[in-house]
């Protein structure tokens, strides 16, 4: 059974780094055709692709957020994390980790989400 579990600050402050991880059971995050993304929602702009990392470690980012995130692994605990730095309150949401499958285009397990919201 694929696992997904988020885990991370609930409460940022303005202008400070978001940093979530995802937590990987299941299943291995190096295996192949499977990338491994962050998505994030809120009530005014829905579902949100951040980014993604894929089973050969390439990154990939949405460009409206690039200059801000980073998504990095470490393979020998089956995790992948989310840097997202600069934030205000517009990245107050539900953050979510997804694995992608690559030969279907589609996302075939989510974690439960955690919401994080950026405030003072």
């Known amino acids: 059974q694929v696992q997904l579990q988020e885990s991370g600050p609930g409460l940022v402050m303005p202008s400070q780094t978001l940093s979530l991880t995802c937590t990987v059971s299941?299943?291995?995050?190096?295996?192949?055709?499977?990338?491994w993304n962050w998505i994030r929602q809120t009530p005014q702009r829905g579902l949100e692709w951040i980014g993604a990392i894929t089973y050969r470690g390439d990154t990939r980012y949405r460009p409206s957020l690039k200059s801000r995130t980073a998504i990095s692994r470490d393979t020998s605990k089956n995790q992948f994390t989310l840097e997202l730095n600069s934030v205000t309150p517009e990245d107050t949401a539900v953050y979510f980790c997804?694995?992608?499958?690559?030969?279907?285009?589609?996302?075939?397990?989510w974690g439960q989400g955690t919401q994080v919201t950026v405030s003072s």
């Open positions: 299941g299943t291995d995050i190096t295996s192949v055709y499977y990338y």
């Open positions: 997804a694995r992608e499958r690559t030969l279907y285009s589609d996302y075939d397990y």
